[in-house]
């Protein structure tokens, strides 16, 4: 597969088979993800990868927060559903103090991700990097023992797809790409 067809083809998959992934694989894969662009490299990245057995606390405390969130009663804890994800990866961010630095170091762990999903896909692995509304949580943190010098960037759902999505349509790049600078009319 080509760079080309994988960053076109690549979709968000949200629907696994029970099939896992190996775990040397997702090692590989994020080793090679790690060569992402970071300014001075600071490197500012790193991983917790759930199982199928770790993810069902995390989802029993994300399923929890939405439905106290709503004033609905928490639930009790269930079994993962089918087409639950292999594994997860939580992406954790040092956060540096200067905004220029953590802008920075914002854009490279997003670029490692974009990295390991697209190699992931190559594999015939999907991915989708999702930002659940509690990551800022502190049971949330503690769980994934986030520190306070930390941020969790996303979880990252990884597994054989089941389900792929039908591309959606891009608007087109005239609508989105300006030539030159706006000048006054001499």
Do not use: C
Request: glycine share 4%; no cysteine; hydrophobic share 40%.
């Amino acid at each position: 597969m080509e760079l080309r067809e994988a960053i076109m083809n690549r979709r968000s998959i949200r629907s696994f088979k029970k099939e896992e992934v190996d775990v040397s694989t997702i090692e590989e894969l994020l080793d090679i993800a790690r060569y992402a662009p970071n300014h001075k490299m600071t490197q500012p990245w790193r991983f917790v990868l759930l199982d199928r057995h770790d993810q069902a606390p995390l989802q029993h405390l994300i399923k929890s927060k939405k439905a106290l969130k709503k004033g609905k009663p928490v639930p009790e804890q269930e079994p993962l559903s089918d087409d639950a994800p292999s594994h997860m990866l939580a992406v954790v961010m040092d956060v540096n103090e200067k905004e220029k630095v953590y802008r920075d170091d914002f854009g490279a762990v997003s670029s490692l991700i974009q990295n390991f999903s697209l190699l992931a896909w190559e594999k015939g692995i999907g991915v989708v990097w999702k930002t659940p509304g509690f990551m800022q949580d502190e049971e949330m943190k503690q769980l994934l023992e986030v520190s306070e010098h930390e941020e969790l960037v996303g979880l990252l759902h990884i597994g054989y797809p089941a389900v792929v999505p039908k591309m959606k349509e891009r608007e087109p790049l005239e609508s989105k790409l300006r030539y030159g600078l706006t000048r006054d009319s001499e």
